[in-house]
C-alpha cells in the first residue's frame, strides 16, 4: 500500500531559478528517481513524453514538427518566453538539434530530462548544446528529504521516491523485482546498448555484487568468459544508463608510492543494486559493513550536487597499507571519513584518519561516521557521527 503525499525535492528551488534566469535546463536521473513528477511543479506550455510510443512515433518521423508546434505557443504568452518540456529526450535524440535552434533563437526555453546519455553524445561527450543548457541531476532520496523507518529498511530498500511511500515490505520488494527487470528490457534492449543481453545481465548481477569494490576489468572479463573491452564497455553502458557512480581515488599525496589508482563503482540505489545482485532482504552480518559504506557514499554524493558549490567524494587507498573509505574535497580543504558498523567507536578506529591528516597538513578533521545514538570525541582531531547527522556533514565540516 502506497502511503504519504509527495516528497519535496531540494532541487525543485534551484530548477526554478535557473529557468527564471531565462535559462534552458537538461535534467539527468535514472528512471523512477522523480524528474516527471519534478516536472510537473514547472507550470510548462508543452510538456511531450517521449516513453509514450504513440508521441515518440510523431517526432522521430518529423523531427521539425516540434520547432512549428513551438513557435505557435508564442502568441498565448506575454512577457515571457513559454517554457516546453520534453521528457526521455534521449529517446529521439534528432530533437536536440531542433532545440538547439529554438533555443537560439529565443522562441523558447526548454526544460529536458534524461535517463541515459548515451544517445545524447557527441563523439564521447554528451551534448549539453554548449552554452545553452544548464545540468542537472535528480537522485533518489536524500536524508534531507526522507527519513527511512531504519537503517535496515534503507540498506535493503534504497530511497527511490516511489518505493519510499510503499508501507510494506513486499510491496517494496516487488517493485524493485520489476525496477531491475525494467532496465534490462526498457533501456537495454529497447535502445539496443548491448548486442549479447544474456552476458550483458551476467555480468550486472555479478558487477551488482561487487559494487563499491575497486573492480578489475581483466579479472571480471576472465571470470565471465568475456573479453577486457566488452566488460569496460558494460561499465560504461552502467554510467551511460544512470546506473553506477565512478568514484575516482584521492592520488595527491607525499611519499606514498602504492596508492590505488583504480575507481570504484557504485550502484545508484541500494535497493535496485541488491535485486540486480539477485539477493535476499536477509543478508548475513557480515555484508552489513560494506553496504553501510557504500550508503554513506552515495549520501556524501546526491548531498554535494545538491550543494550551491559542490565537493568532489573520493576514496584513498594504499594497497598494502592504511585507507579512508570516502574524502570530501573542497580545493584544497579535504574531510576524510571513515564508515564504522558499531555503536561504540574506539581510537583503533581512527587509526587510519589519523594517518591521514598527518600526511595532509592543514586538515584537521576527521569524522567517523557509525550508528553511535551521539557524537563521540574519539581523538583530538577525530569525531563519530550518527548516521542520521549525514545531511548536515557537508555544510558544517566543509
Known amino acids: ?28 536521473g535514472a528512471r ?6 519534478l516536472t510537473r511543479h514547472l507550470n ?13 512515433r510523431r517526432y522521430e518521423r518529423d523531427p521539425g514538427l516540434l520547432a512549428g508546434e513551438v513557435e505557435a505557443l508564442t502568441g498565448n504568452v506575454k512577457g515571457r518566453l513559454p517554457l516546453v518540456v520534453l521528457d526521455e529526450v534521449q529517446r529521439v535524440p534528432e530533437l536536440m538539434n531542433t532545440v538547439q535552434d529554438l533555443v537560439d533563437r529565443r522562441v523558447a526555453q526548454f526544460l529536458l530530462t534524461g535517463s541515459s546519455v548515451r544517445k545524447l553524445r557527441r563523439g564521447r561527450d554528451t551534448n549539453w548544446l554548449p552554452g545553452r543548457l544548464i545540468p542537472f541531476r535528480l537522485d533518489p532520496l536524500t536524508l534531507s528529504e526522507h527519513q527511512p523507518a531504519s537503517l535496515h529498511q534503507a540498506l535493503m530498500d534504497g530511497a527511490l521516491p516511489g518505493l519510499v511511500r510503499q508501507s510494506e515490505a513486499r510491496d517494496r520488494e516487488q517493485e524493485l523485482q520489476a525496477y531491475a527487470g525494467l532496465y534490462l528490457e526498457e533501456e537495454i534492449r529497447a535502445e539496443a546498448l548491448v548486442r549479447n543481453l544474456g ?6 548481477q555479478l558487477a551488482a555484487g561487487e559494487s563499491g569494490g575497486i573492480f578489475s576489468f581483466r579479472a571480471l572479463a576472465q571470470e565471465l568468459g568475456l573479453t577486457h573491452p566488452t566488460v569496460a ?7 551511460d544508463c544512470l546506473l553506477a557512480e565512478r568514484i575516482e581515488p584521492f592520488t595527491a599525496t607525499r611519499g606514498r608510492k602504492r596508492l590505488t589508482k583504480s575507481p570504484r563503482y557504485l550502484f545508484f540505489d541500494l535497493g535496485v543494486r541488491r535485486c540486480a545482485a539477485e539477493e535476499g532482504r536477509d543478508l548475513p552480518q557480515r ?13 556524501l554524493l546526491r ?16 594497497a598494502e597499507g592504511p585507507e579512508v573509505d570516502w574524502v570530501v574535497c573542497r580545493g584544497e580543504k579535504l574531510l576524510p571519513i571513515e564508515c564504522k558498523w558499531t555503536d561504540a567507536p574506539g581510537k583503533g578506529d581512527a587509526r587510519h584518519l589519523e594517518t591521514f591528516l598527518s600526511e595532509h597538513p592543514g586538515n584537521e578533521t576527521g569524522l567517523i561516521v557509525c550508528r553511535t545514538p551521539r557524537r563521540i570525541r574519539v581523538t583530538p582531531r ?8 549525514l545531511p548536515v556533514l557537508l555544510e558544517e565540516f566543509c
Open 287 to 299: 555484508l552489513l559493513g560494506g553496504l553501510f559504506e557504500q550508503f554513506v557514499g552515495l549520501e
Open 32 to 37: 523512477q528517481t522523480g524528474k516527471t513528477t
Open 303 to 318: 548531498e554535494s550536487r545538491l550543494a550551491d558549490d559542490p565537493r568532489q567524494i573520493r576514496f584513498w587507498r594504499d
Open 1 to 28: 500500500m502506497e502511503t504519504g503525499e509527495y516528497i519535496p525535492r531540494k532541487l525543485l528551488p534551484r530548477l526554478k531559478q535557473t529557468l527564471q534566469r531565462g535559462k534552458s535546463v537538461l535534467l539527468l
Open 44 to 56: 510548462a506550455d508543452l510538456s511531450l513524453n517521449l516513453l509514450a510510443p504513440v508521441v515518440r
Open 382 to 389: 577525530v569525531t563519530a557521527l550518527p548516521w542520521q547527522e
Open 233 to 239: 564497455g558494460y561499465f560504461e553502458v552502467l554510467e
Open 199 to 204: 552476458a550483458f545481465s551476467r555480468f550486472l
